[in-house]
């Protein structure tokens, strides 16, 4: 695909940021990712939050540009800024590893359950499996909420099936397909060996 073609300039030109978004997809899924990080760049100039997250994922990759957290950190909050939830899980990411700020895991787990809160309000769940499968993660550790397996399952089982849905539009779903499936395994060892009680309509509302 010729960059800053005529049917790209017609999208500038339209105001046309969802299909500049599409087409920075596309070229990431094809692998172009310097190419898909210019269409992001000017899919978020036109307003586009995905955009502006998917930017801050590629510094935090090194997908088409140098990896730099710093510069992931200030494209996930300004992706809050403008309402999108995938830049707030994100900046638990970093929070989680310590990748460009000091490691905090109680600030990181409390982006995934202010992202899943938002989620869940918008009753889109389905929509957002990385988030979904961050707090499970968090209920199978146990750290600053109760460890809760049969919350952690019921996370994962639908993460999983969001992880599924997106494999053949979004390569960046398949790692995390294969960690919702490892963090199921994990989970069956760890029922195998503990006990847990279920709380009945837990919620981090």
Known sequence: MELFGTECIDDIKSGNNEMMYEKANMLYNDEEYEDAVEYYRLS??????NAITRIGCCYFDGKGVIRDYA????YFKLGVTHGDINSLYKLGDLYIDGLGVKKDER????????????????DEIYKYPEVLLRVAKVFMEGKYLEQNYE????FLEVAKEGFEKKLDEDIRAKDEFFEATKCLDEL???????????????NFM
């Open 44 to 49: 978020a100039a036109m307003g586009n939050a």
């Open 71 to 74: 510069k992931a950190r200030v």
């Open 107 to 122: 600030k990181a787990i409390e982006y995934y359950v202010e992202s899943y809160n938002l989620v869940k309000s918008q």
């Open 151 to 154: 919350m952690a399952r019921q």
């Open 188 to 202: 069956d060892s760890l029922e195998n060996n503990n006990s847990s009680d279920c709380i009945e309509g837990y």
